[in-house]
């Protein structure tokens, strides 16, 4: 992958036509936010723009994904946001795996699967760099671009809570007020409220907690027979991995998550002095330094095991 600037991508994106936007899988807010905000800006440079994304949109991204209709015609060009790795793509997003012109990214374990990248690891989320992409570009943002840049910028700093958070995330935030963005409907929206079947999830989920490494490491499972007696969604599990992380004491808080044919899914959090990302490479995962995940093809059993053993010895490196 060529590395380039943000004034080559924008000068990339002005250039070209017919762009089908990828998203990853399990699509969070700053994938779906990021996506739907550059298909916003392109169309009203006056470009064709798609989005395309293997899973279902969140509903509760409605205030800015339901006036954009995707069109359905042949792309050109195939640009990725917030994909650190092609492993993340699903579904019919997957056809385009090896055909990705230009990746925008703040994963700094990003693959460089790209023809084109801007990845800066230093940015709190995709959707700060498509704002100062846009800033660059001298777009104009209208409200629901700026709903849509303000929600990924929310998610993925945990409502600007993260150490990812910089004086610029607050000013692009603020920014993005004024263009119109609803931050009390948005942060509300995404971390006050929940739906019955998650809070029910949540108390099985909390059902499952253990202690390990002398109680710095806390543990939680959430099995396939959770899913369907609480009726959650799949999208409504994302809160959960911070959970285990609050509590007093923990530096790493670990969520396994039952998938199918004997995969587990973990999420790992972790405090500031333990890479989370280090811990998920060891089984070909990945993601950021307080936040990373991977999966163990295994038994239950099994899977749980290696990953606490992970755990322990990171800490005890640390000694
Ligand atoms: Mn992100």
């Not at 670990?254 to 060891?282: H, L, P, Q, W």
Request: proline content about 2%; hydrophobic content about 35%; some cysteine.
């Amino acid at each position: 992958m060529e590395s380039i600037t943000l004034e080559q991508a924008a000068e990339y994106l002005r250039e070209h036509d017919k762009y089908l936007i990828l998203m990853h899988k399990s699509p969070d807010g700053d994938a779906v936010g990021s996506g739907y905000a550059l298909c916003m800006a392109l169309r009203n440079m006056g470009k064709r723009a798609d989005t395309l994304c293997g899973d279902i949109i969140p509903p509760m991204y409605g205030y800015f994904t339901d006036m954009v209709q995707n069109e359905g015609f042949e792309p050109e060009c195939i640009v990725s946001v917030d994909l650190a790795t092609t492993n993340l793509l699903s579904g019919k997003a997957l056809e385009y795996k090896d055909r990705i012109d230009l990746c925008i990214d703040h994963h700094g374990s990003n693959t460089g699967f790209a023809k084109y990248g801007f990845v800066d690891g230093r940015i709190s989320s995709c959707a700060e760099i498509i704002k100062y992409l846009f800033d660059t570009m001298k777009i104009e943002i209208t409200k629901n671009i700026a709903d849509a840049l303000f929600t990924g910028i929310c998610t993925d700093t945990g409502c600007f809570k993260y150490s990812s958070v910089s004086p610029q995330t607050h000013i692009a935030a603020a920014d993005l007020m004024e263009k119109g963005a609803d931050s009390g409907y948005i942060c509300h929206a995404m971390f006050d409220n929940k739906s019955k079947s998650k809070i029910l999830l949540e108390k099985m989920v909390l059902d499952t907690l253990e202690f390990y490494g002398g109680e710095c490491i806390a543990f939680v499972v959430i099995t396939k027979a959770m899913m369907d007696e609480s009726g959650a969604m799949e999208c409504e599990t994302d809160g959960i991995a911070s959970i285990p992380r609050q509590i007093e004491g923990v530096k790493i808080g670990v969520t396994m998550k039952e998938k199918e044919n004997g995969e587990y899914r973990f999420s790992v959090r972790t405090s500031d002095e333990i890479d989370a990302s280090v811990i998920c490479s060891r089984f070909g995962g990945g993601g950021h330094k307080a936040a990373a995940g991977c999966s163990i093809h295994s038994t239950f059993r099994d899977a749980k095991e290696k990953m606490i053993a992970a755990c322990i010895e990171i800490l005890e490196d640390r000694k």
